[in-house]
């Protein structure tokens, strides 16, 4: 059951070391995945390709992300978990390493779906360390940092990442990347914890776990809640400067506050999915959806008045990520409850689902953008919303069965 002798990492204070060195390591992949979007283009101009080549490398991403992330937590659950994460960690940096060196388009493609083949088996794996890093009364606080480690990269590390592309080269922002990649990786050699729990089943038998029909509801609502917010997110900056009439030279501060705004969205998600286990969490999210919807259907009329309009997209943006904690809290009880032996997959499936829901908001939102223009994305994301709302009331009976 074990391979190595077993680091005792819980103490009664949640900020120990390898707890901040998980939330580091999100950190780096959300900056590795989002940077792309703030130097697009200074890529465009070194590979003299034209910056739409460029950005098709986010939706690439995304796509090769969403099927990776649950066959890569599958196969990892057969091997021992720390091993597995360094290893994992390792061709993260060896595709930030690719990315920095990248000659053409070509390869600098290949180098990214190499980081988004491995990026969500990370986030899961690091899931699984929660009852070796901290006690249970932390769970779900582990958990919104984790996921707030992406935030904090769309916050702080992508203007980062961004200004040293602008004052020194692009390539130097994935050297950079790499750099802290390994500082990090020698820091998870030293600190987490050694001990593994090997899945006990083979690999398709793992994927039952879609078969339950709490996981289905809660994959169905997580894709809804994301492609709710990602209609209108994916076109922000046009929507701060053409709706609302920010200046172009103030967009940044905008998408700042609005990363700020995401990032305490995480964070308190985590203390709303401390009421209850199981399925029960995630029930209690169907009033911040219908929130969600009506402030969306108001962003059609953010250009009558400006300065309403921002605070709508502020308040947007802290209920974006609400339903994280709340929805990976149903996937890890449910598995551990009825699927001991898929908890690495059932702890892929908030970055599965999120990625998926990504993607379709995504293409949705081009298309509304193309044949109706930016003022009608916000209330189709609504119907997304409302989708989602529905999708917890079919939870509910769930809650009274005992989880």
Avoid at 45 to 66: H, P, R, W
Avoid at 79 to 86: G, I, K, M, N, S
Avoid at 133 to 147: C, G, M, P
Avoid at 335 to 349: F, I, R
């Amino acid at each position: 059951m074990t391979n190595a002798p077993v680091t005792n990492a819980r103490t009664d204070r949640f900020f120990n070391f390898p707890v901040t060195i998980l939330i580091f390591a999100s950190f780096m992949l959300g900056m590795s995945e989002f940077v792309v979007v703030g130097i697009l283009p200074d890529i465009a101009s070194g590979l003299k390709i034209s910056e739409v080549t460029v950005g098709n490398l986010v939706a690439l991403f995304a796509f090769v992300y969403a099927p990776c992330t649950p066959i890569g937590s599958a196969l990892s659950a057969r091997f021992p978990r720390f091993a597995t994460y360094l290893i994992l960690m390792g061709v993260f940096l060896v595709g930030n390493i690719l990315c920095a060196l990248a000659p053409n388009y070509p390869v600098l493609l290949i180098a990214r779906l190499l980081i988004a083949s491995v990026s969500g088996t990370l986030v899961a794996i690091s899931m699984t360390f929660a009852p070796d890093v901290t006690t249970d009364k932390y769970r779900t606080k582990f958990i919104a940092w984790v996921f707030s480690g992406f935030s904090i990269a769309s916050v702080v590390g992508v203007p980062i990442g961004t200004w040293v592309a602008n004052t020194f080269g692009w390539r130097v922002t994935f050297y950079l990347v790499s750099v802290l990649t390994a500082v990090l990786m020698i820091s998870m050699a030293l600190v987490l914890p050694r001990n593994s729990h090997p899945a006990k089943i083979g690999f398709l038998r793992q994927f039952r776990l879609f078969f339950d029909r709490r996981i289905q509801l809660g994959v169905l609502d997580v894709v809804c809640g994301a492609a709710a917010s990602y209609v209108f997110y994916t076109y922000l900056s046009p929507i701060m400067r053409d709706e609302i009439g920010v200046p172009e030279q103030y967009l940044s501060i905008g998408l700042v506050i609005y990363g700020c705004a995401c990032l305490w969205s995480n964070l308190y998600g985590g203390k709303l999915a401390d009421k209850g286990r199981g399925v029960e969490p995630l029930t209690h999210i169907r009033p911040i959806y219908c929130v969600q919807a009506v402030c969306l259907c108001l962003l059609a009329f953010a250009s009558l008045v400006p300065a309403a309009g921002a605070l709508l997209l502020v308040l947007l943006g802290m209920l974006m990520y609400l339903q994280n904690s709340a929805s990976q809290v149903l996937y890890m009880d449910v598995a551990y409850q009825s699927h001991p032996g898929s908890v690495n997959l059932a702890a892929s499936l908030n970055s599965m689902s999120f990625n998926i829901g990504i993607a379709i908001g995504s293409a949705v939102g081009g298309l509304v953008n193309d044949l109706l223009g930016l003022a009608w994305l916000g209330p189709v994301g609504a119907i997304f919303a409302l989708f989602a709302a529905g999708i917890t009331t079919l939870l509910r009976p769930y809650i009274q069965r005992g989880f």
